[in-house]
Each structure stands twice: as structure tokens, then as C-alpha cells.
T-cell receptor
């Protein structure tokens, strides 16, 4: 079945540091890939997505590129802020399933 | 912009009690979902409804029932709550069964079973 593997957290960074959160996947067919963010006490919000190989999703300074050859969708941001502290989930949907398969989430803590 | 609205936000139940989590979306979406979130396990799909009038089991359906009341509403029922059902529950919706469609989430319902 489909699966998503994320790097273990928590990740602790100083403000303005570079962020990478690794995400790899296993899927049948050609999945669409997503990053969702969950701020404390809130639901999940879509951060960015990519629907085909080599697509780059971007939003709020975050980027991720759909790499079919390495089955990866790593999340990056050049300079994190304290307000980026949250849990980040990588997810995929394949074909007509329309059901997200999530990774376990990576907690990011950004300090001053 | 209401989006996906779920109630209640917090609930404490005693073992064996029943309750229903309500969910409504105002985006005219065809598909709706119920997920649970547990520490270290990400989100797991309980049930989903691909379209009005249909429901299907997800990854962890045991102990739950669902009703797609109409296109807007999708409820989740716990008939006899167990401590293992202590979790955060999220309702979600999307336009439908095309992989590129974004799934939108409600703000979550925190359920504790004692």
C-alpha cells in the first residue's frame, strides 16, 4: 500500500536558519504530493502541493520539489521564523483514491 | 468563510457512553472524510464518503459508524466509547476523487474517554 516516511522530530532551529524536512514515499501509480501544517491547537492547513514529477510547490517561503526518481518531496525554507513553529505533515493521494496518506508529522520549534 | 465546521470542539465521555461528532462543509464538496490523530502516528482515515449516499471504511473503522446525511453533512458516531478512542478527530472535505484535489480540514474535536 501507499506510505509516507518523514524525518523524526522534533527539529529545533534558531530564527533565520535553513530548514529541510525530509519526506519520501511509496505509492502505486502517480501520486499527488502535499505538505500540510498544523499550528498549536488548530486543524491542518494546506501549505503547498505538487501534482506531477518535477513540479515545485511553494508558499510562504516554503518550497518542495516532486522528485520521482528519488520518490521524495522534501520541504525547505531558507530562513525560518518563530511563527513557523508547528507540526508539518507530508501526504500523498494516488489515482482516484482521493484519500490522503499521511506521514507521522515533524514538529518544528524555532527559537530566537 | 466557514469551510469545514465540526462540533463539539471538546468532549469528555465515560467508557460505554455514545456520542456523535457533527461535520458540515459549505464548499459544495462531493467527498468528505473522518480522520483521527494520535501522537506519533500522523492522521489515520476512519471512514470516508466519496459522494452523497456512499460511505466506505478507511484504515481504522472499528468502533465507529458514519452517516452522510446530505451533501453538506457527514457525522461520526461512537456507539460505545472506549479509552482507545481518546484522540483528536478531524473532518475534511474535497471536491472529489481526483488526486490533485486539495483536502480541507476542520479545526478538530478533542475527545477524551475515561
Amino acid at each position: 500500500g501507499d506510505s509516507v516516511t518523514q524525518m523524526e522530530g522534533p527539529v529545533t532551529l534558531s530564527e533565520e536558519a535553513f530548514l529541510t524536512i525530509n519526506c519520501t514515499y511509496t505509492a502505486t501509480g502517480y501520486p499527488s504530493l502535499f505538505w500540510y501544517v498544523q499550528y498549536p491547537g488548530e486543524g491542518l492547513q494546506l501549505l503547498l502541493k505538487a501534482t506531477k514529477a518535477d513540479d515545485k510547490g511553494s508558499n510562504k517561503g516554503f518550497e518542495a520539489t516532486y522528485r520521482k526518481e528519488t520518490t521524495s518531496f522534501h520541504l525547505e525554507k531558507g530562513s525560518v521564523q518563530v511563527s513557523d513553529s508547528a507540526v508539518y505533515f507530508c501526504a500523498l493521494i494516488t489515482g482516484t483514491a482521493s484519500k490522503l496518506t499521511f506521514g507521522t508529522g515533524t514538529r518544528l520549534q524555532v527559537t530566537l | 468563510n466557514a469551510g469545514v465546521t465540526q462540533t463539539p470542539k471538546f468532549q469528555v465521555l465515560k467508557t460505554g457512553q455514545s456520542m456523535t461528532l457533527q461535520c458540515a462543509q459549505d464548499m459544495n464538496h462531493n467527498s468528505m472524510y473522518w480522520y483521527r490523530q494520535d501522537p506519533g502516528m500522523g492522521l489515520r482515515l476512519i471512514y470516508y464518503s466519496a459522494s452523497e449516499g456512499t460511505t466506505d471504511k478507511g484504515e481504522v473503522p472499528n468502533g465507529y459508524n458514519v452517516s452522510r446525511l446530505n451533501k453538506r453533512e457527514f457525522s461520526l458516531r461512537l456507539e460505545s466509547a472506549a479509552p482507545s478512542q481518546t484522540s483528536v478527530y478531524f473532518c475534511a472535505s474535497s471536491r472529489g476523487a481526483i488526486s490533485g484535489n486539495t483536502i480541507y480540514f476542520g479545526e478538530g474535536s478533542w475527545l477524551t474517554v475515561v
